[in-house]
């Protein structure tokens, strides 16, 4: 297969990240692609200078991360044509230079890091502002919010205080 054959997963051992890899895996025959698995590694520049770096420990956890998703993502059904890479580096910058010629890169909505109020994580914010092809962002159910604010201010107050009482609004007026 050529590299315009490829979707390309970002990998991080989250939930949305297993599940990217399994819809990838669905898609990837109708763009006639394979599918293959990105993990990046990085060391924290914040510990550079006061630790001296262990770079066979990051590349070794990563590498048992990408493994475990394998394995939660396919069990023993792994797709035949499956590629996979560890890539040291910022996943942000790895994953939209995997990008290039890719039929689609596949990354989850959020990782294991990040804060709970973002509704996209920093990667997949990246990735979406920056990849060289189509870029689809995975949702898993534990990914929702009970409660979504659409608009702040007063405006959103009368939009509460109407569904409260019985009225209706419609979402494309927001």
């Not at 399994?22 to 630790?51: N, T």
């Not at 990408?66 to 023993?76: N, T, V």
């Not at 898993?140 to 509460?160: M, P, Q, V, W, Y």
Request: aromatic share 6%; net charge negative; proline share 5%.
């Amino acid at each position: 297969m050529d590299a315009e054959g490829k979707v390309v997963v970002g990998v991080d051992g989250s939930d949305s990240s297993v599940e990217a890899l399994r819809l990838a895996a669905r898609l990837a025959p109708g763009l006639g692609a394979h599918v293959h698995a990105v993990a990046c590694w990085h060391f924290p520049e914040m510990y550079a200078g006061y630790i001296p770096p262990d770079f066979e420990a990051f590349e070794a956890s990563a590498a048992k991360v990408l493994a475990e998703s394998l394995e939660k993502a396919y069990g023993p059904d792994v797709p035949e044509t499956l590629t996979s890479e560890l890539v040291r580096g910022p996943a942000p910058a790895t994953l939209v230079e995997a990008s290039a010629g890719a039929a689609m890169l596949v990354v989850g909505r959020r990782g294991h890091g990040g804060f709970m109020g973002l509704h996209l994580g920093s990667v997949s914010t990246a990735c979406v502002a920056h990849a060289e092809c189509p870029v689809l962002v995975v949702h898993t159910k534990d990914d929702h919010h009970r409660t979504h604010h659409f608009r702040r201010g007063a405006a959103s107050k009368d939009a509460n205080q109407g569904m409260a009482h019985g009225t209706t609004t419609d979402a494309a007026t927001r």
